[in-house]
């Protein structure tokens, strides 16, 4: 699960391209979510009172948080992934593991 520090709008070098984030195939991925906040602020929706789904470890944040969503401009196979920005505010559902007795949030779901 990855937040950032980033300014609010940007998919640019320092949020999305500098990670050359890929999928399983080396691909550019179609799509990047990432959260502007820092862990604190994250881990603290692993609350048991926010788990939305048993069987998945799901959990929703009570209030919205920052967001950027990401969208793939060019193709896929492309050398330099380049991303359209799509700041929002919005819940997000995230996946937190029992990790030495402390939920930690693992991955992210999705924002709704």
Same mark, same amino acid.
């Given at each position: ?27 550019? !991925?179609?799509?990047? +979510? ?7 602020? $994250?881990? +603290? $929706? ?13 959990? !929703? ?15 896929? +196979? ?14 997000? $559902?995230?996946?937190?593991? /029992?990790?030495? /007795? $402390? ?10």
């Amino acid at each position: 699960l990855d937040s950032v520090s980033a300014p609010q709008g940007s998919c640019g070098y320092n949020v999305a391209s500098n990670r050359n984030i890929r999928d399983n195939n080396g691909n550019c !991925k179609h799509r990047n +979510t990432f959260i502007i906040s820092n862990f604190n602020q $994250v881990r +603290t $929706v692993c609350d048991p009172r926010n788990r939305i789904d048993v069987n998945r470890n799901l959990y !929703k944040s009570p209030r919205n948080m920052r967001i950027l969503y990401c969208r793939l401009r060019g193709q896929t +196979t492309d050398t330099h992934c380049t991303y359209t920005s799509i700041p929002r505010e919005s819940h997000i $559902v995230i996946a937190c593991n /029992n990790i030495r /007795n $402390v939920l930690e949030p693992v991955h992210f779901e999705f924002f709704c």
